[in-house]
């Protein structure tokens, strides 16, 4: 006991002389963990990534304000005097580094209690200096001054930042975007990332809430070919390259840096921390007595500053957003803008600001046949935890297989949009739809269809969803693999969307309403097959700890290794269900819930899918239409989810239904554009018939 004692006496003690300069050394380490690893969550969502991301924003900040008040209180002899200069770097911390300010959204919100903490580190960082520093050497004044004023540069520089990312604050030009600035651009990377900016107040008016309308003197100009036409994949690339911008104009200083006003804070603050070295270095010349720990610690500040601000200002002025602001300033700034772009061929900027290309899966079969004797399972249940590891657990991601890639998916949408804009001229074309569009094109709006998407969102999700699955199981005719796996694979997202990330799906977020069918299909299974043949009966326990641990840290995602098992589950979820087929009634849209009938009504709904393909007789494919609606949700999902939870996704590598949704913007504000040079075109024909007519108009003008 008493040794034990004895040896926390030591670590008080050491921690007494020695703890300020253990901070001081975290606080630097964490600016440069954060300078490295802060902008990997534009294309990764890595929960462990985002866990030491979140741990080292948070005491990033908590550290440099302990120790500041540290320093403001403590006493220290003529040995340490070198500890109270530090006080201004802690300021230079505070700031952050150019590429993290906000770690989520609601940081933006909170600008006002940092600008309160601003005045209170200032203050605290001021008195330190006066009361420590002030009657010391001159040149020791003079270079904590420095740093001093560089630090209050930056720290406020961070808060204008997260002012300017409120999405709140968001503003567009009073110029409005020029779409065929794109047709005198290339296709290649680098060039669609200068497209990308030359319209990125499309994307900014879509995030505030701004309806972007074409400028007429756009219309003014008559093209040979549309944006759309000439552009056409490369669309995706132009959207998730605006897409990081906004990624930048919300989570980092992007807002601030790229101005002349950001310039000038940048520049000040490499010159006050480049004067701070050089009065220090002369200063140690002519001055001695310091503590030799100390003087290491100065230094690891002093160069790690200087380091860090030569970084910030180079990925300043090399960065694309300084080509853009260069680019639009025209004639006399070619030369800059050449060097700006030879460097940036070399380092290829624009691949990273492309997106990761997977998209979450989620089906409910696959999670009604687990093995429900999984350690992690059997914990979860005890804590009380079992939704969040389904939802953790059971979530798998899609980026492609031998004949379906996320390309392939994006041509399905782009293709449905195409489809839309061209119905634009029926005026009974409803552009809002969930399906319905697709069914009345293919001839197929019976009337289980027509209940089927016009009941509440969520529940059309997983009666869909189950019926697809169901179709796949079933149908006995020959399929194109693509339409099958697209289809399966759109249905898996929506799904995760439902049940990981309901805040991306328009109207309450009801996350929980696949439980009760679940739990239905677990029923039914156990009153079918007993504990033989139970395709979701729980299997031994593996005690080897090679699979405790892949059970505990893998994902269990939809993946072909249970299909015998949903086969199973699929033939007895339709028996069950068949015998009531006559007797249930469509029901009314957006009227009572049918979570607790979702199995049944799904079972209906793909009887009469089926019975539409049997009535085609091979002559079309079953699955194009199904994978039509779910197209289609996907596009009422993109359109009428909210903007500040597209903008949270932002921050966690990105949703392929953020990318859905501003593609639908750029394609409404492109189709707009051509159709109003079209009527332009009319009215100028008419014009010229009718000359009298288009006097008199001009006049009343």
């Known amino acids: 006991m008493e040794a034990g004692v004895k040896e926390a006496g030591r670590l008080v003690d050491l921690w007494n002389e020695w703890g300020i300069q253990i901070l001081v050394l975290v606080s630097f380490t964490l600016q440069v963990f954060l300078l490295i690893f802060g902008g990997i969550r534009r294309r990764s969502s890595s929960n462990a990534l985002k866990f030491f991301l979140w741990s080292a924003y948070l005491l990033a900040d908590s550290t440099?304000?302990?120790?500041?008040?540290?320093?403001s209180v403590d006493d220290r002899s003529d040995e340490h005097q070198l500890v109270a200069f530090w006080a201004p770097f802690l300021l230079l911390h505070l700031g952050g580094p150019d590429n993290i300010t906000a770690y989520a959204l609601e940081d933006n919100t909170l600008w006002l209690r940092h600008l309160q903490t601003l005045a209170v580190q200032v203050l605290g960082a001021a008195y330190v200096i006066y009361r420590y520093v002030a009657d010391s050497v001159t040149l020791l004044l003079l270079a904590s001054i420095s740093m001093f004023v560089a630090g209050v540069l930056k720290y406020g520089e961070r808060i204008w930042a997260l002012n300017c990312g409120n999405i709140s604050s968001i503003t567009v030009s009073k110029f409005k975007p020029n779409p065929y600035q794109l047709l005198s651009m290339g296709t290649s990377e680098e060039e669609i990332l200068l497209g990308a900016h030359s319209q990125f107040d499309i994307c900014k008016g879509v995030f505030a809430d701004i309806i972007m309308l074409p400028n007429p003197s756009v219309l003014s100009q008559s093209k040979p070919r549309s944006v759309i036409s000439y552009m056409g994949e490369d669309l995706y690339k132009l959207v998730e390259m605006e897409l990081s911008l906004m990624y930048d104009f919300l989570y980092t200083k992007?807002?601030?840096?790229?101005?002349?006003?950001?310039?000038?804070?940048?520049?000040?603050?490499?010159?006050?921390?480049?004067?701070?070295?050089?009065?220090?270095?002369?200063?140690?010349?002519?001055?001695?007595?310091y503590s030799r720990v100390d003087l290491i610690i100065s230094y690891i500040l002093l160069v790690g500053a200087l380091v860090l601000e030569i970084i910030s200002v180079c990925r300043a002025i090399l960065s694309t957003w300084t080509s853009s602001l260069l680019h639009r300033r025209g004639r006399g700034w070619e030369w800059p803008l050449h060097i700006i772009t030879s460097f940036s061929r070399?380092?290829?900027?624009?691949?990273?600001?492309?997106?990761?290309?997977?998209?979450?899966?989620?089906?409910?079969?696959?999670?009604?046949?687990?093995?429900?004797?999984?350690?992690?399972?059997?914990?979860?249940?005890?804590?009380?935890?079992?939704?969040?590891?389904?939802?953790?657990?059971?979530?798998?991601?899609?980026s492609h297989t031998n004949s379906l890639s996320i390309q392939d998916l994006k041509k399905l949408v782009l293709k449905a949009l195409q489809d839309k804009d061209r119905a634009l001229q029926d005026k009974d074309t409803d552009l809002d739809s969930r399906g319905s569009f697709v069914l009345k094109s293919m001839e197929s709006y019976e009337d289980?269809?027509?209940?089927?998407?016009?009941?509440?969102?969520?529940?059309?999700?997983?009666?869909?969803?189950?019926a697809t699955e169901l179709c796949i199981r079933k149908s006995k005719a020959k399929h194109a693999k693509y339409l099958t796996e697209a289809s399966e694979v759109l249905s898996n997202y929506m799904m995760f969307l439902l049940v990981v990330k309901p805040d991306m799906l328009p109207g309450a977020a009801r996350n929980n309403v696949h439980l009760a069918s679940c739990e239905q299909i677990e029923g039914q299974c156990h009153v079918c097959f007993g504990?033989?043949?139970?395709?979701?009966?729980?299997?031994?326990?593996?005690?080897?700890?090679y699979y405790i641990l892949k059970e505990l840290f893998h994902h269990d995602g939809p993946n072909p290794s249970r299909i015998p098992q949903r086969e199973k589950l699929a033939e007895?979820?339709?028996?069950?269900?068949?015998?009531?087929?006559?007797?249930?009634?469509?029901?009314?849209?957006?009227?009572?819930?049918?979570?607790?009938?979702?199995?049944?009504?799904?079972?209906?709904?793909?009887?009469?899918?089926?019975?539409?393909?049997?009535?085609?007789?091979?002559?079309?494919?079953?699955?194009?239409?199904?994978?039509?609606?779910?197209?289609?949700?996907?596009?009422?999902?993109?359109?009428?989810?909210?903007?500040v939870s597209h903008a949270?996704?932002?921050?966690?590598?990105?949703?392929?239904?953020?990318?859905?949704?501003l593609l639908a913007h750029h394609f409404k504000y492109y189709s707009g554009v051509s159709r109003g040079i079209n009527n332009l075109s009319k009215n100028n024909s008419i014009c010229e018939n009718n000359k009298p007519i288009c006097e008199s108009d001009e006049k009343l003008v």
Request: overall charge neutral.
């Open 254 to 289: 992007a807002a601030v840096i790229h101005t002349w006003y950001g310039f000038c804070i940048h520049f000040i603050s490499l010159l006050g921390t480049a004067i701070t070295f050089l009065f220090f270095q002369i200063m140690i010349r002519r001055e001695n007595g």
């Open 531 to 545: 504990d033989k043949d139970n395709p979701v009966a729980a299997s031994p326990i593996s005690w080897q700890p």
């Open 572 to 643: 007895m979820v339709w028996s069950f269900s068949e015998f009531a087929l006559g007797s249930v009634r469509a029901p009314k849209p957006h009227g009572e819930s049918i979570r607790d009938s979702a199995n049944m009504y799904a079972v209906l709904l793909a009887n009469e899918l089926l019975s539409i393909e049997l009535r085609w007789h091979e002559q079309r494919d079953l699955f194009e239409l199904i994978l039509g609606v779910w197209v289609e949700m996907l596009l009422y999902a993109a359109k009428h989810c909210s903007q």
């Open 448 to 466: 289980f269809a027509r209940w089927s998407v016009n009941i509440d969102f969520d529940e059309s999700i997983l009666v869909w969803h189950t």
């Open 648 to 661: 949270r996704q932002l921050s966690n590598g990105g949703e392929f239904i953020t990318i859905v949704s």
């Open 64 to 71: 440099a304000i302990y120790t500041l008040g540290h320093l």
């Open 346 to 398: 070399r380092v290829h900027p624009a691949s990273r600001r492309l997106w990761s290309g997977s998209i979450g899966q989620y089906n409910l079969f696959h999670l009604c046949t687990r093995n429900r004797n999984e350690i992690g399972t059997r914990l979860a249940i005890k804590l009380g935890l079992q939704d969040w590891w389904n939802k953790k657990h059971f979530s798998g991601t899609f």
